[in-house]
């Protein structure tokens, strides 16, 4: 997979890198089809700290964004909301493959 992370008016630092590839180790053991990830940290106001990502899976883009007074705790919430989105989009891509055998037996039928 590929981690591109980007900072907007916010110097990435290593330890903000790290943080983020630790918590996108997460997202890789409930989806393994990843092909790109683009994360945006950015800060608004002095307060306002944002977080924001582009997941591209096979077939889809997933998109999540977060703020928190806080760069590591909009993170933190950043991968929260993404986690339930792969979750979501495995659990659509597994129970949309048909199976043969139920397929032909359904056109037996008819």
């Given at each position: 997979?590929?981690?591109?992370?980007?900072?907007?008016?916010?110097?990435?630092?290593?330890?903000l890198r790290g943080y983020v590839e630790g918590k996108m180790e997460r997202i890789r053991r409930h989806f393994d089809h990843l092909i790109e990830a683009d994360v945006v940290l950015s800060v608004e106001d002095k307060l306002r700290q944002c977080a924001e990502i582009t997941l591209?899976?096979?077939g889809n883009s997933l998109h999540a964004e977060a703020t928190d007074e806080d760069m590591y705790a909009a993170i933190?919430?950043?991968?929260?909301?993404?986690?339930?989105q792969v979750l979501r989009h495995k659990d659509r891509v597994r129970n949309h493959v048909r199976d043969p055998l139920k397929h032909q037996d359904a056109q037996q039928q008819q």
């Open positions: 997979m590929n981690l591109i992370i980007h900072g907007h008016h916010v110097e990435v630092t290593p330890a591209r899976v096979r933190d919430c950043l991968m929260d909301k993404l986690d339930r």
